[in-house]
């Protein structure tokens, strides 16, 4: 007994010398941070007024955590993923897209000198929902509005509200989101397009 006892001693000493472990242990949980994919350089859009692209949401929209809900079990629970989450706040994603679009790049470097006209951008909704445990469907809702900068008058306006059938997991929810924001972002730079008589 007292052999055993000094065996077992002798290998907790080992392992313990060479940082591993008799018993096993649980793989770390990976965070993975997400956007909405690629941004494709689009050639700068010629005769359109300078704009100033604005993009805000919801207080719960506000960080960075993917949304959903079990409408089949709870539909008032919000619940989100804890290994995936946005790189960055959902409507500033957008705003990123919204930019690419007009061919302004996804920051705003420089101020044009005399802004003509100012997009502004809410998110009200975007997150994944459950019909069943297999189930699922991704929804984004959103309205901008087209101001002009010396006036404050609307010069157009568009609400979206877009929904589709995802996979039933967190890449479902994210692919399904991106795909919602990128059609999102192609209406809403149109107002500013079509402003300008020009195809965006």
């Not at 690629?38 to 929209?61: E, K, Y």
């Not at 955590?65 to 079990?73: K, N, P, S, V």
């Not at 509200?161 to 989101?177: F, M, N, S």
């Amino acid at each position: 007994m007292a052999k055993t006892l000094r065996f077992f001693a002798l290998m907790l000493a080992v392992t313990g010398f060479a940082g591993g472990s008799l018993f096993p242990t649980r793989a770390p949980e990976i965070l993975t941070d997400h956007d909405f994919g690629p941004l494709h350089t689009h050639p700068p859009i010629a005769n359109i007024a300078p704009v100033i692209v604005h993009a805000r949401s919801v207080a719960w929209l506000s960080g960075t955590t993917i949304h959903y809900r079990l409408l089949y079990q709870d539909p008032t629970a919000v619940h989100v993923y804890a290994q995936n989450r946005w790189i960055a706040p959902p409507a500033s994603l957008l705003k990123a897209r919204v930019r690419w679009r007009l061919g302004m790049g996804p920051t705003l470097g420089a101020r044009p000198s005399a802004p003509i006209e100012r997009l502004v951008i809410v998110l009200s909704r975007f997150d994944q929902d459950f019909t069943a445990p297999h189930r699922a469907f991704v929804r984004l809702e959103a309205t901008a509005r087209l101001y002009d900068v010396a006036t404050t008058r609307v010069l157009a306006q568009k609400t979206v509200d877009l929904k589709a059938r995802c996979a039933p997991d967190a890449r479902g929810a994210v692919i399904g989101l991106s795909d919602l924001a990128r059609k999102a972002s192609r209406a809403f730079a149109h107002l500013v397009t079509r402003r300008a008589g020009v195809k965006g």
